[in-house]
């Protein structure tokens, strides 16, 4: 399944479509990366702890939303897949920029509560750039 959000392309997993988590999950994904600051304002929590392995950690969601906006522009994001259990879920995939340099993503979410409307309280992300073909020999 695909859908097109701004100028971003967009691409789903199929899935059983019984877990609300799963849609909040990949919403919050997609406005990070399409830098929709008000999306991301609805479901995560004013104090977010967004870690981003190797750069830092965003505490609260102003710091979130500055460095969203300060972002640069990406051309597609694709999801592998998308779990949830509980309180927690996560997704990973790849996001490609507008330069065609892609990353590899993996997102830890942790909600307040197990509740469908419960935010999120912390993110861990990790984004592995992937390399070019001409550094295997290719």
């Known amino acids: 399944m695909s859908a097109e959000r701004s100028n ?3 691409s789903y997993p199929e899935n059983c479509g019984n877990a609300p988590r799963h849609q909040i999950i ?7 990366h399409s830098k929709d600051v008000n999306h991301l304002k609805r479901w995560v929590s004013d104090d977010v702890e967004w870690e981003i392995v190797g750069f830092g950690t965003l505490r609260g969601v102003d710091a979130l939303c500055q460095w969203v906006s300060s972002s640069g522009e990406k051309k ?3 999801f592998k897949s998308v779990l949830t259990h509980g309180r927690e879920g996560s997704t990973d995939g790849n996001v490609t920029n507008e330069q065609d340099i892609s990353a ?7 909600f307040t509560g197990a509740t469908k409307t419960a935010r999120i309280a912390s993110v ?5 750039p992937k390399p070019h073909l001409e550094v295997f020999g290719q």
């Open 8 to 10: 971003l392309q967009i």
């Open 26 to 32: 990949q919403e919050v994904i997609v406005a990070l």
């Open 76 to 78: 597609s994001l694709e």
């Open 124 to 128: 861990r992300s990790y984004l592995v």
């Open 104 to 110: 590899a993503f993996s997102h830890v979410l942790r």
